[in-house]
């Protein structure tokens, strides 16, 4: 993937233009944006079982973060990314301690309620995020190397660096004993309080290392994009990601980033060929579906929820998991087969 830009490779119908050139540069770079954001949701979702609707507030909140930081504070740009994360970590703290005291659907609800409060304070505070019209990225205070077209291959390698960053990240988490808690907690919480431990601390570690994670995704996402909108904050785009996570399967790492480049590919080449002249000279009952990308969308979620219940790696591992099953089976029965022949050689010869 590092050496991608310096490659001249070309896939008709799912990248635009050659791997060298800016157009499938900066679209593969918004898929390793997305792909680390829905690593950031399986991490919630699949390490700690917390359903969230409000995890794109901590999105939203290191993109605008960044954005207020550069164009108020006239911070250089590193300095703004840390006071973005620092702000999305506080936010994620402040109310992940409130949503943890209930489970289940009331988390869902609390966290959705939170996401829905910090899209109105983006909406009706044009003066410091734009409103409706987004903000815009304050480019005095980015380097030149991330600027313009033709340093499009620094934002991908930039976009490709949080993506490693955030898996490296959820891959210690899944493996401390941090996780391990988180884990057993999402399985039967009042048995590890019996235990004497405390799964509403571990939970909450892990609901704020997540909203850490995807604000460090927001603060690639403004780069990216040069700019950021209120969708950024909105319980939409929790759905959106969450749909990235069940496509490629809750619970895996690799299965959340396929997820998140599959979901961002179709989302921005079905758009293209929703406006193709090949859709707009079919007959009506084709044409009206054909044309609605999230129509498309929604008909393969419910394909794979319907027929690849555990999405492309729950699928995947299954079937492994049958082959390696099949496999120590055979070796299981070759094994009792030497057995008997053998001791039928002893008997013989005893007789």
């Excluded at 207020?68 to 006071?83: D, K, Y």
């Amino acid at each position: 993937m590092a050496l991608l830009p310096m490659l001249n490779l070309s896939l008709p119908g799912i990248l635009p233009t050659p791997t060298y050139l800016p157009g499938t540069l900066a679209l593969l770079s918004l898929c390793m944006v997305f792909a680390a954001l829905a690593l950031s949701y399986n991490l919630l979702l699949g390490s700690g079982g917390m359903l969230s609707f409000g995890h794109a507030l901590y999105f939203g909140a290191g993109a605008y973060g960044l954005g207020i930081a550069l164009e108020r504070f006239g911070v250089p740009l590193w300095p703004g990314v840390l006071v973005a994360l620092l702000g999305g970590m506080v936010i994620a703290v402040a109310t992940g301690a409130v949503a943890m005291r209930v489970s289940g659907i009331p988390f869902a609800m609390v966290t959705l309620a939170f996401a829905q409060a910090g899209s109105v304070l983006v909406r009706r505070n044009s003066a410091v995020t734009g409103g409706e019209e987004g903000l815009g990225l304050d480019t005095s205070q980015v380097p030149d190397a991330f600027l313009g077209v033709v340093n499009t291959r620094n934002l991908y390698w930039l976009c490709l660096a949080v993506l490693v960053v955030v898996y490296l990240v959820t891959l210690w988490v899944d493996t401390s004993r941090l996780g391990h808690l988180a884990r057993a907690a999402r399985e039967n919480e009042q048995r590890v309080r019996v235990l004497g431990l405390r799964p509403y601390r571990a939970k909450l570690v892990v609901f704020v290392i997540a909203g850490l994670l995807a604000s460090l995704a927001g603060v690639a996402y403004m780069l990216l994009q040069s700019g950021t909108v209120p969708r950024a904050v909105s319980a939409d785009l929790t759905i959106t990601v969450l749909v990235m996570v069940v496509l490629g399967g809750v619970g895996f790492r690799w299965g959340a980033i396929v997820g998140g480049v599959l979901y961002t590919l179709l989302d921005q080449r079905l758009t293209v060929l929703a406006g193709s002249d090949a859709i707009a000279g079919l007959p009506g009952i084709l044409r009206v579906p054909l044309s609605e990308p999230l129509f498309l969308l929604g008909v393969l979620f419910i394909l794979v929820v319907m027929f690849l219940p555990g999405g492309i790696a729950g699928t995947i591992d299954a079937a492994v998991r049958r082959r390696r099953g099949e496999r120590v089976r055979d070796a299981l029965r070759g094994i009792d087969d030497a057995t008997v022949e053998t001791e039928l050689v002893e008997t013989g010869a005893r007789t």
